[in-house]
């Protein structure tokens, strides 16, 4: 019997339980495992039917998409789940499928392939391919649509969406919803069915609709896979294959989707997508840190500012069950705060995504208050006060007096230096950077900034508060910006000389958004507000080398009070929707800086302003890692892609240079260096290291996790 199996009989049921912790993906072994069993099971004459179920936390995640990584170099080694599929569904005694936990990608293609499905109310089920690239390889294109319709499966492939096990019975996905012992429900459901006529999926064709319906429905779903993943193909192939379900006999259909699923297997998204699967996963393996650290348990948190972040973050922490206090200086703040956060919540429930008794049950959870009362019984405080050094220290300063011993101290600031702010403290191993980024209550990226005092439970209770918040945390160095920030100051560099040269901003933007950004970088000043970034300089300017060109269009445009979104106007005027157009007082405030600074405007290419824009980014971050301040390149491509809109099927913009070739990229900014300068364009060492040995970032990874073990 296979490693991955256990069977065992309860009265004339036989029970397949699948064990590959920790999320029984199909690993090399389980669908040969689950195979013979089966066939034992069908050959034993005491057995009326079988149930399959997942041992542990949940059923089958999906195939395992370590052996995918693999596959997506040599796509012809790709697994193959026909056999196990066929096995199952020509089974002769019925096979019900028992979910708990998730039923993802290929543990839902299985259990489809069963001919009952039942699960316990929490389960989630799903075809999340598409989040990796791909599209569900193991005949679900063409079974889905059999038991759901087109139009629902077209969603659930292109949005790679979970449904509740609920929704699931409502759509005909599941046949019983299984209150209490999963187990026992499932074999009692399998007695009730093993004398009946056995249906199998492949024969409903039912629900594969009329060819003119389907045909408003592919077309509506290649529109909705192009608004919600532009420039993606997976969607647009599950569609397709899809399609063939409809066109073709199942077999033939089966083969159409192998078909495509091999060529997206192989593609650069799919490599891209599941480098960005794993790299969010390894941002928790944190060299350095102890491995026994013990995170301090938050139950209570105290949040100091009721601003758009404090807000934010304060909508986080409720959101995961965790009841915040919620400071402010004045009343004003606070309804100001409180108003924004009720405003978020009754959007979500106008569109039905929380139920009004959840909204009123989480906003009771957020206690607002003009003084530290309760202060010293949380277990986290975060500051997210005014972007200023000597207003933090002061607030430091204060809640040090206040805070029980094993509070964690953190501050949200996103360019302050953590250790001058932990140093006004008397435990300073107690403060850390969560850098939130906005809005708070839906950007999934917290970077955690460890600084030089840093103890190791305190990083480790970090590291903890992300995940509960459903956060992905990713642990940088304390330099100027962090990571992120860190990366995005050259490029907005390179982008505003690009427009003191002869682009406006939004063929900028358009260059960069064609290239896959989820916004252009005026658009995002313009979101993010102009004098944010006017101030951030202001305050940095002590550390301008002098002699080294600085952007002046940005310091214009703030001068004539054009603010942004926050004003109706900035690089582009909006409407009192916040639609943005263009403005010709940009184009002449642009000329005119141009003129100011005696720079004949020149024609320039969207290829330029993507390498500058792009390569500027690359080559910072390779410093960030030469000089620690992040992990790994994975880490980097983690927070572009979660954080910063870089588009996740390029894989970060590490991941991104690796495709391009570091050679490629170490010589075009070896020319750009030429073109401008040293101070500016001057290769990073690590850069150049490893275009001249032929290396790339993922190598550098391999190494620094090797040496980490
Ligand atoms: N294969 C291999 N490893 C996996 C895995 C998988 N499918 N899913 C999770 N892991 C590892 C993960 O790397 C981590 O490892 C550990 O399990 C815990 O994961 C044929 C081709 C199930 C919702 O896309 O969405 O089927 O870091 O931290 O937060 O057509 O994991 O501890 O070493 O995420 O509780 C489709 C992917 C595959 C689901 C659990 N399936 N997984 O979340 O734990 S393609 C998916 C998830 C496919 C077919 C196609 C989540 C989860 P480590 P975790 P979690």
């Known amino acids: 019997m296979s490693e991955f199996v256990v069977v065992h009989h309860d009265n004339g049921v036989a029970v397949i339980t699948v064990q590959n912790p920790p999320v029984n993906a199909l690993s090399p072994g389980v669908p040969e495992g689950i195979f013979s069993a089966l066939s034992a099971a069908e050959r034993d004459t005491s057995v009326r039917a079988l149930v399959i179920i997942g041992g542990g936390k949940t059923f089958i995640a999906g195939a395992d998409i370590k052996e995918l990584e693999a596959a997506a170099r040599d796509p012809e080694n790709a697994p193959d789940l026909h056999p196990l599929l066929l096995r199952v569904e020509d089974s002769f005694k019925p096979v019900v499928m028992a979910i708990h936990g998730t039923a993802l990608g290929g543990g839902l293609e299985l259990a489809m392939a069963g001919h009952y499905r039942v699960a316990s109310p929490d389960a989630l089920l799903g075809a999340p391919e598409a989040n990796l690239g791909i599209i569900p390889g193991a005949e679900g294109t063409q079974r889905l649509p059999r038991l759901v319709g087109v139009p629902v499966a077209i969603d659930l492939c292109v949005s790679g969406r979970l449904v509740k096990a609920s929704e699931a019975l409502a759509l005909g996905l599941i046949d019983r919803l299984i209150e209490g012992d999963l187990l026992k429900g499932a074999c009692d459901f399998a007695r009730s069915v093993a004398d009946q006529m056995i249906s199998k999926t492949r ?30 193909t997976a969607p647009l192939f599950a569609i397709d294959a899809i399609e063939a379900a409809t066109a073709l006999p199942f077999y033939e259909g089966c083969k159409r989707e192998r078909e ?18 794993f790299a969010e996963r390894g941002v928790a ?191 940088v160095g304390n330099c100027r910006g962090f990571v992120g920030n860190r990366m995005m100051f050259p490029y907005m560099r390179e982008a505003q000389f690009l427009v003191e040269e002869g682009a406006f901003p939004e063929q900028v933007d358009r260059a960069l958004t064609n290239f896959g950004m989820a916004m252009g970088i005026f658009a995002v000043d313009d979101l993010g507000g102009i004098d944010l970034l006017y101030r951030v300089r202001q305050e940095s300017r002590h550390l301008d080398k002098p002699g080294v060109r600085k ?159």
């Open 203 to 232: 024969d409903r064709n039912g629900r594969l609709g009329e060819a003119d319906e389907n045909q408003k429905a592919f077309a509506a779903g290649r529109e909705q896979a192009s608004k919600i993943r532009p420039h993606q």
């Open 260 to 277: 495509i699923a091999k060529q997206c297997l192989a593609s650069p998204q799919a490599q891209a997508m599941i480098h960005l699967f």
């Open 285 to 475: 393996k944190v060299p350095g840190l102890a491995k026994d650290a013990q995170p301090y348990l938050i139950k209570k948190v105290g949040i100091i500012g009721a601003g758009t972040m404090g807000g934010g973050i304060a909508m986080a922490c409720v959101n995961a069950g965790i009841p915040v206090l919620l400071k402010d200086t004045s009343q004003d703040a606070i309804d100001r705060g409180l108003a924004t956060v009720r405003k978020n919540y009754e959007r979500s429930v106008q569109r039905g995504r929380t139920p009004q008794v959840v909204m009123d049950q989480r906003m009771s959870m957020i206690h607002t208050q003009l003084d530290y009362a309760g202060f010293d019984e949380v277990d986290l405080i975060i500051e997210a006060a005014f972007e200023s050094m000597e207003v933090k220290r002061q607030l430091f300063g204060d809640i040090e007096k206040i805070a029980k011993p094993d509070c964690v101290l953190a501050t949200n600031t996103s360019t302050l230096d953590i250790d001058a702010i932990a140093s006004v403290t008397s435990r300073p191993e107690m403060v850390v950077g969560l850098h939130f980024f906005s809005p708070a209550n839906v950007m999934r990226l917290v970077e955690i900034v460890r600084g030089i005092y840093i103890g190791d439970r305190t990083l480790a209770t970090a590291l903890a508060i992300a995940k509960t918040l459903k956060k992905i945390g990713v642990v």
């Open 551 to 709: 952007p002046v269009v940005h310091d214009r445009l703030y001068e004539t009070g054009r603010w942004g979104q926050k004003r109706s106007a900035g690089w582009y005027k909006y409407d009192d929707k916040m639609k943005a157009s263009l403005d010709l007082v940009v184009h002449e405030l642009v000329e005119k800086t141009s003129a100011e600074l005696g720079i004949k405007r020149r024609e320039i290419t969207d290829e330029e302003i993507v390498e500058r824009c792009i390569y500027v980014m690359v080559n910072e971050g390779a410093k960030i890692l030469e000089e620690g301040y992040a992990s790994r390149a994975a880490d980097i491509d983690v927070i572009y892609t979660t954080g910063y809109g870089f588009p996740a099927w390029r894989g970060g913009p590490m991941w991104y240079a690796d495709t391009i070739g570091l050679k490629k990229i170490y010589d075009r900014i070896s020319e750009f260096e030429k073109r401008f300068g040293s101070d500016l364009w001057a290769p990073a060492p690590l850069l150049k290291q490893l275009a001249e040995s032929g290396s790339t970032f993922a190598a550098f990874d391999s190494k620094v996790m090797s040496i980490a073990k």
